[in-house]
């Protein structure tokens, strides 16, 4: 690849959606042990979206480019690597988290979080080559590019910190890419679920997905009665991506030894729960920070034996990517948002 070569770039000058632009980059080349990979599909997440607008790192310096979700082919390698081009891959959310539990050096580097360096909205980027991970032959780039962050997260949720069986009972609160994803792994596990969301549309969505109970938390003041009712009783394993509207609900539907999965903190990043319910009943709260290489390889193979399509709301062309994040903001679409790079 000739270095004077040119690719796109999604490049965050300022905070705001005004702030994004389309950059021309120089195509970066592989050092030894990476792979140059033609990025074709990326997907957004709701932290690509919090960063944009300054919240999720305030002190992040500028410019940097966006994004964590992508997928594509391998173009070339460096020194020591012997990955075939054409390869079609996945680039994960923790490059550098091979297996095992999450240490700070395996926290470093993560793509485009603003203060680790340049994500991977771009039609070219670098990575570990025994990093990625090859697709199944029937999913699409687009399909692919949903699965790094919000796919991994609902995974090891649900498989790296306990075992499951069929019947065991799921609370999985709204209908965003996490969510979803849970939704489709818990029912390819055997699981019962019970899912929330502000939208009856949405929830209809869920039901076709396999949901076995819905509630709206918008119309339903008592929507955790109602959902417990749903479930038929306290419940295994909560879903939780409020954290400080909804985390003390999510640890009152809890069984005896049942865990409240925290993946996100929509509502606010504090939270009030009832200490002696989680002693008297020795519920446990798990943080979930998407997941290793090792546990996503999984994913996707798991994925890949069940023939599970991802469920995607919206695509974009990249020059769209302010309709992209607006279309985020606005909480309108069921499933994930993509952005395609051909």
């Known amino acids: 690849m000739e270095a004077h070569l040119r690719s796109r770039a999604l490049v965050l000058n300022r905070f705001g959606l005004e702030g994004l632009a389309l950059e021309d980059r120089p195509v970066p080349e592989p050092g030894p042990g990476e792979a140059l990979v033609k990025v074709h599909a990326v997907s957004l997440n709701r932290r690509d979206l919090l960063l944009v607008e300054g919240t999720y790192a305030p002190r992040q310096p500028f ?126 596990l055997g699981l019962s679920v019970v899912i929330t969301s502000s939208s009856d549309e949405k929830l209809e969505t869920a039901r076709a997905l396999g949901a076995d109970g819905l509630v709206n938390y918008r119309t339903d003041a008592g929507w955790a009665q109602a959902a417990r009712s749903l479930a038929g009783g306290p419940v295994d394993a909560v879903i939780d991506v409020g954290g400080t509207e909804t985390l003390d609900a999510s640890i009152r539907m809890l069984k005896p030894n049942g865990t409240a999965f925290l993946v996100g903190v929509l509502s606010g990043a504090s939270a009030s729960i009832l200490l002696p319910l989680v002693v008297m009943r020795r519920v446990r709260l798990q943080g979930v920070t998407v997941a290793s290489v090792a546990s996503t390889r999984r994913m996707v193979e798991a994925v890949g034996d069940a023939g599970l399509k991802p469920v995607i709301g919206e695509t974009f062309p990249l020059e769209r990517y302010r309709d992209a994040f607006q279309a985020m903001r606005d909480n309108r679409v069921f499933g994930k948002i993509v952005m395609t790079l051909d």
């Open 63 to 188: 410019p940097v480019v966006v994004g964590s979700d992508a997928a594509g082919e391998v173009v070339s390698a460096g020194e020591g690597v012997d990955i075939v081009p054409g390869t079609r891959v996945l680039v994960p959310f923790f490059p550098q988290w091979s297996n095992g539990d999450l240490t700070r050096e395996a926290m470093w580097p993560v793509y485009g979080d603003g203060i680790c360096g340049d994500g991977v909205f771009r039609d070219h980027i670098t990575v570990p080559a025994e990093a990625l991970i090859p697709l199944p032959e029937y999913l699409t780039f687009e399909e692919a590019a949903t699965l790094p962050c919000a796919g991994a997260t609902a995974w090891s949720a649900l498989t790296d910190f306990e075992t499951f069986k069929p019947g065991d009972r799921l609370l999985v609160q709204g209908t965003g890419g996490v969510s979803v994803f849970a939704l489709q792994f818990a029912r390819m």
